[in-house]
């Protein structure tokens, strides 16, 4: 049985609403909501190397209203930031090497992210001192992170956050190709990696997860899986995560959206695709999904019931020209047939999982997930 709710704002063009019942909870309709319900936003990885503000006109005009006003807005820093008065020395020298200044993380805080994984597979492109550097400009400006440390133990420990009396932790791991020297190890920072056959590296991410499990009353858990593994190997470890204690798995990597699944009580986002996305790279190197996305608006309640919004997203893949590579790569809300056709593809990625998204631009309808 669906219900009508109402939406805040003019900028829901084509929303995906979808709340889910999972047992023992229960759905909290919009007009009950309690003073505790926090909002979450899940956004696809941040590959960003510019500050917009300096080429842009009002960048992501669309986009920043979603954001500003939620409590916790995460997404995956894609670069290695090297500080101001560093000299770091890039570790690969192809188009695909993504370091840059700490300018980025400034942008990203004043669109309101908060929360962000910094494990993935251009961790490791100013090497060493980039890992070091990147956890400090991150957290000098007050940004959450998980998923790399000065130590194997920090690489593993769960990011922190209270809102409004409830606490949400994120634990981070990579799954791809880097460098063996980009492992954290008990005496060298790096990256939190998890690879197929490696059963420590398991068994020691789940023991952070049943951590941040007994700490907190929502876990987070991100993979960057790309490149390394199969799609069942990654479904069975999202599956663990949630069995161990998480409520969502989220993930990034191959930069393309892929399916939905509900399990176990639990939420599995098994690719959100991208967010900003300043690669290099000429125009139609990458399909049109590449440049295809979705905001996933989550709102959580005390009492454990969670209700998801999917916001279609089109990153502009830019135009030849003057700063051709500073201005493209940025995400605007998808509107018509192009937010629809989005929706859809979500939609069908996900019927493989059981999984049906309800797809709707005039009445905003919830229920259950069949």
């Known amino acids: 049985m669906f219900q009508r709710i109402g939406l805040r704002g003019p900028l829901f063009f084509f929303v995906v609403l979808v709340s889910l019942v999972f047992s023992g909870l229960q759905i909290v309709d919009s007009s009950e909501a309690s003073e505790e319900t926090i ?23 669309t ?12 997404s995956n820093l894609e ?27 400034d942008y990203l805080k004043s669109i309101n992210i908060n929360l962000l994984s910094l494990s993935n597979n251009h961790s490791w492109d100013y090497g060493l001192q980039g890992i070091i550097s990147t956890i400090d400009e991150t957290r000098k400006r007050g940004i959450k992170h998980a998923g790399t440390g000065k130590t194997l133990a920090d690489a593993l420990e769960p990011a922190y956050l209270e809102i409004q009396g409830q606490k949400v932790a994120l634990v981070a ?9 980009a492992a954290a190890s008990t005496e060298q920072p ?13 068994q020691r991410n789940l023991t952070s997860i049943r951590e941040a499990r007994s700490k907190t009353d929502w876990v987070i858990v991100y993979q960057h899986f790309q490149s390394i593994g199969t799609k069942q190997w990654q479904q069975s470890w999202a599956r663990a995560a949630i069995d161990n204690g998480a409520d969502i798995y989220v993930s990034h990597g191959e930069p393309a959206l892929s399916g939905v699944e509900q399990y176990n009580g639990g939420l599995i986002f098994y690719g959100l695709g991208n967010f900003i996305f300043h690669t290099r790279t000429n125009i139609g190197n990458y399909t049109s999904e590449v440049w295809e996305s979705v905001l996933v608006n989550i709102s959580l309640d005390s009492s454990n019931a969670k209700k998801v919004r999917f916001i279609p997203l089109v990153i502009d893949e830019g135009e030849n020209g003057p700063n051709f590579l500073q201005k493209r790569g940025y995400p605007k809300v998808a509107q018509g047939p192009q937010g629809k056709a989005i929706l859809n593809n979500l939609s069908k ?21 069949n």
């Open 39 to 61: 909002e979450l936003v899940l956004l696809g990885q941040s590959l960003i190397e510019h500050d917009p503000r300096q080429y842009l006109e009002n960048p992501l005009e």
């Open 63 to 74: 986009v920043v209203p979603l954001l500003i006003d939620a409590d916790i807005v995460m």
């Open 79 to 105: 670069v290695s930031v090297c500080a101001t008065e560093l000299k770091c020395e890039p570790t690969r020298n192809d188009i695909f090497f993504h370091g840059t200044k700490p300018e980025v993380l």
């Open 173 to 181: 791991m990579a799954s791809c190709k880097l460098s063996p020297d």
């Open 190 to 202: 790096g990256v939190n990696i998890l690879l197929p056959e490696d059963d420590e590296a398991w």
């Open 349 to 369: 990625l996900s019927l493989p999982f059981g999984t049906d998204i309800r797809i709707t631009g005039e009445q905003f309808l919830y229920g259950d997930l």
